[in-house]
Structure formats: C-alpha cells, structure tokens
C-alpha cells in the first residue's frame, strides 16, 4: 500500500473517532480537528504509534460529514431497517455511516473503495461482531442512491 493511500485510509479512521468524539463531548468541529492533528496525526504516546493522516482528506470528511449531516442521516435511515433509524444505532456506526456518507456524497471516490475503506474500520472497532456486514450492506444501499450512475 503507498504511504498516500495509508494516509487517506487513516484519515477516514480518524473521521470516525473524530465525528464520535464531537457526538458524545459537544466539541466544535474546529476543536476537534486541531485536536486531531496536532494530537493525533503521527504521535507517540506509551510507545504506541499513531498512523499520519493526510489532513485534507480529514478535513474533508469531518467538515461535510457535518455540513451534510442531515442529508446523510436520510440516506442512511433509508438503507436501514424501519425500526432502526440512525439514532437508535451504536454511535461508532453513527460516525462510521456519516464520514463514509459524507465521502459517498463527495463522489470523488469510487464507492466500492468507500465501502471497502469503513467495512475495514468497522472490523477495526467490531472484531468479533456482525456489524462489519451491516456496514456493508448499509453502504452498499447509501452507495447506490448517492451515485447511482456508478452501478
């Protein structure tokens, strides 16, 4: 995998912790990008190394995960189950479908990169659990209506 590649794939990980974060402590999203980077980004702390993040694409996803919240949020009630709308979800998932909504939304990347991208940061955070194939199959839905033209 190219350093450039590594850096965009922990950036969205970072998004993630990111957008959980401004959920569960009120942060601003400024606060908590300078956070990110200035913290986070490459840092060592008890000899565990943090992956660098491209900054950019951090940005770029936290700001639209955020801007775009609502539209997002739509697109993945609509993937999920009737009785399940995004509040009543697990709020990794949550941050986890609005950074990969707010990247699907950009269209700039193609989806089964997107999908492949969080399906691995939900085995990052889920290990043993079945949420990595829900979050599949949930982008999968969201990818579809985002950028039906590439399907």
């Known amino acids: 995998m190219s350093d450039a590649k590594q850096r965009r794939s922990a950036a969205r990980l970072y998004a993630v912790q990111a957008l959980f974060q401004m959920e569960v402590s009120g942060q601003t999203i400024e606060s908590v990008t300078r956070e990110f980077e200035d913290l986070r980004f490459g840092a060592t702390y008890d000899e565990i190394e943090f992956a660098e993040g491209d900054p950019e694409t951090f940005r770029a996803l936290v700001e639209r995960a955020v801007n775009e919240q609502a539209k997002i949020d739509q697109m993945t009630d609509r993937a999920l189950v009737a009785k399940w709308p995004i509040d009543r979800i697990d709020p990794v ?54 950028q039906p033209e590439r399907f």
């Not at 949550?94 to 085995?123: C, Y």
């Open 93 to 146: 998932l949550r941050a986890l479908f609005r950074a990969a909504g707010a990247e699907l939304v950009a269209a700039k990347v193609p989806p089964k990169v997107v999908i492949t991208e969080f399906v691995d940061i939900a085995k990052a955070f889920f290990p043993e659990g079945r949420e990595p194939k829900f979050v599949n199959a949930v982008l999968d839905h969201m990818a579809r209506e985002a």
